[in-house]
């Protein structure tokens, strides 16, 4: 429950930003060795993995608090999907696509596991996941991040062609059983 226990407060500002159109050129290549697979319904418990794995050092704490059953009903919902960057055996990140908005697709959540960050993955991985989210023909793509997020994430959108919407201040209480540590750049 979020509300037990004693938490952490934090101070995120949230940029929404939207694609209109899907990007153009020709997309890169996975290395040797990487590849993207969709992971239907999967379990709550790899989901997990997968999202405290990716999240753990920018504060991705909602779903973690998610009843069980709130999360297993979402993960089984067709217009959810999640898809997993493997290198042989290891997972590398994931992303998640919410088509739930008629015409819209939502990245939903985006990241590499902390041993890819600068591997020089990161954009090739996030063109793929562009495409995915094109395949359907929606009118526009959407995704957030916030001051919690990588330094380089707004950047990183941005140049893939995002534009920013709008920007919001957010008060965060993350409860401190979660075990979470608040980024450097966020601390007074």
Known sequence: MIGSGPTTRIVVDVTFLCMDAPPT????VLP???????????????????????GQDYCWWMRRVMPEGELVALLRDPRVEVH??????????FFELDRQVPDEVNLAYFGLM???IGQGIGRTFLRAALDAAWASRPQSVRVNTCTADHPRAMETYLQAGFRKV????????IPDRLGMSVPAWLRD
Do not use: K, N, S, T
Not at 32 to 53: C, H, M, N, S, W
Not at 84 to 93: A, F, K, N, R, S
């Open 25 to 28: 050129g020709i997309a890169p």
């Open 32 to 54: 040797d060795a990487y590849r993207i697979v969709r992971q239907p319904a999967p379990e709550a418990a790899f989901y997990r993995r997968l999202y405290d794995g990716v």
């Open 84 to 93: 997993v960057l493997w290198h042989g055996d290891e997972i590398c990140g």
């Open 114 to 116: 902390p041993g890819q």
């Open 166 to 173: 709008r920007m919001v201040r957010e008060v965060w209480d």
